[in-house]
């Protein structure tokens, strides 16, 4: 079965610094797609980036990165020049290409600090 | 604008007082699933449907029905409601049932549930 794992359930960050959110997954398959989504105290679920597992280049999307290593199972988030809106929980999320079911992890809650 | 539409935000209800959450979502999207999220569990897949009249179950089906009549309309039926399924629910959808994740799922503002 596939799980994915987010080992730091809370972080904080000064506002202009950078912060990394791990996560780990295990799976069998090799072709996967792997998500980071925010959720802000309004509660709506935000994509924030995306990666396809048979891509070796790793996504971003302005402030934010991400370090996709395969062999590893790690797929971590990089937020740059942290913003006080940034304080959010973050999901880490995993579905098998050619497949229906979505798997999250526990979250990490960020509070970025003025 | 394209969105995810759920009803109730909240509801607090009683033990066996049967209730529908709806969900309906204006992208013409043929997927769409139903989460629950709970502290220190993070979401959790409950049924999901590939097209209409299509649906499976995800990893915490039990106590939950869904129907798909309409592509539009995904509702999640709770028959006989439990303190256990007091949490937080969201529905989503997505384009394409063909190559699954390549698509991002939009989702509903989610739904507040208290069952007492």
């Known amino acids: 079965a596939q799980t994915v794992t987010q080992s730091q359930p809370e972080m904080s960050v000064q506002e202009a610094e950078t912060v990394t959110l791990s996560c780990t997954y295990d799976?069998?398959?090799?072709?996967?797609?792997l998500f980071w989504y925010k959720q802000p105290p309004s509660r709506q679920m935000i994509l924030v980036i995306r990666?396809?597992?048979?891509?070796?280049q790793n996504a971003t999307e302005n402030r934010f990165s991400v370090n996709f290593q395969k062999a590893a199972k790690s797929f971590s988030l990089k937020i740059s020049d942290s913003q006080l809106g940034d304080t959010a929980m973050y999901f880490c999320a995993f579905i098998v290409s050619g497949t229906y079911k979505y798997i999250f992890g526990t979250g990490t809650r960020l509070k970025v600090l003025a | 604008e394209a969105q995810v539409t759920q009803n109730p935000r909240y509801l607090i209800t009683v033990t066996g007082k049967k209730l529908t959450v709806t969900c309906s979502q204006n992208m013409n999207h043929e997927y769409m699933s139903w989460y629950r999220q709970d502290p220190g569990l993070g979401l959790r897949q409950i049924y999901y449907s590939m097209n209409v009249e299509v649906t499976d179950k995800g990893d915490v089906p039990e106590g939950y029905k869904v129907s798909r009549k309409e592509k539009r309309n995904f509702p999640l039926i709770l028959e006989s409601p439990s303190p256990n399924q007091t949490s937080l629910y969201f529905c989503?959808?997505?384009?394409?049932?063909?190559?699954?994740?390549?698509?991002?799922?939009?989702f509903g503002d989610g739904t507040r549930l208290s069952i007492l």
């Open positions: 799976t069998s398959e090799s072709n996967y797609y």
């Open positions: 989503a959808s997505r384009r394409s049932t063909g190559v699954g994740g390549n698509q991002p799922q939009h």
């Open positions: 990666q396809e597992a048979y891509k070796q």
